[in-house]
């Protein structure tokens, strides 16, 4: 039983290693108390996986993945468009957290993994490993090794988050959000699709928000640049006291 739960924390350790999943634990980082997202993703890993051993070692059943993949790429991108579209109206300072994040932020991380994670690829590796092997010593080494890859990245996120404003820290979640809900989008409609090219397209959404928001910062500030104007009075004054 040992031997198993390190080959699955082995396992799942390295292929969450640049997945969607580390990206999304830093964004709820920068956002978010360290402790509420390792907690929030310590239970949506558990129940995840409780579930993909089930599957694997009693059941041999499949779920609607592409469905829920598509559910999470909505979820992701409309978070992210709702994040950008408050920081984006307000008046130049400091902005309120988004409605997303006044909700209770365990749940809101829970809910989030709980979609990212059902069909990914995570999971299949779980369910495979729960075929040939003990199911719980499985669960246990599978939830380990991705709470553990996934702390890494909620590390990067404190770090960046004490060096950052809270502005850049928003604007940024918003855009993660839409990177990670473009990147399972192009996943589920094109799964044959290299990871470079993917991430290539993926990457167009978070520019072209970009793109907007600049465009939308320079309009505010010209309408907001003060019109100078010439006094005449003082120049009156200085001609009729012989002064050119």
Do not use: C
């Not at 830093?26 to 051993?53: D, E, K, M, N, P």
């Not at 939308?216 to 012989?242: A, C, F, M, Y």
């Amino acid at each position: 039983m040992i031997a198993t739960i390190g080959l699955a924390i082995g396992i799942v350790f390295l292929a969450e290693l640049g997945d969607k999943s580390q990206l999304m634990a830093l964004t709820f980082a920068l956002r978010y108390r360290w402790w509420v997202v390792l907690g929030g993703i310590t239970a949506a890993t558990a129940s995840v996986h409780v579930l993909s051993v089930a599957i694997g070692h009693f059941l041999g059943a499949a779920l609607p993945t592409t469905a829920i993949a598509w559910v999470a790429a909505v979820t992701f991108l409309a978070v992210g468009v709702w994040t950008l579209r408050e920081l984006a109206g307000d008046d130049g300072a400091e902005p309120a957290p988004p409605r997303f994040a006044t909700a209770a932020p365990f749940f809101v991380v829970l809910s989030a993994f709980l979609l990212a994670e059902l069909g990914d690829r995570t999971m299949f590796a779980t369910a495979a490993l729960a075929t040939d092997n003990n199911w719980a010593a499985v669960w246990l080494g599978s939830t380990i090794g991705m709470v553990a890859a996934d702390a890494l990245a909620i590390g990067a996120g404190i770090l960046l988050g004490k060096h950052l404003p809270e502005r850049a820290i928003g604007f940024g979640s918003g855009l993660l959000f839409l990177f990670i809900g473009a990147l399972t989008a192009v996943n589920t409609a094109v799964p044959a699709l290299g990871l470079g090219a993917a991430i290539g397209i993926a990457a167009a959404a978070p520019a072209a928000a970009g793109a907007a928001l600049w465009w939308l910062h320079s309009r505010r500030e010209i309408r907001e640049t003060p019109v100078t104007s010439t006094d005449t009075s003082d120049i009156e004054g200085r001609r009729v006291g012989g002064q050119p």
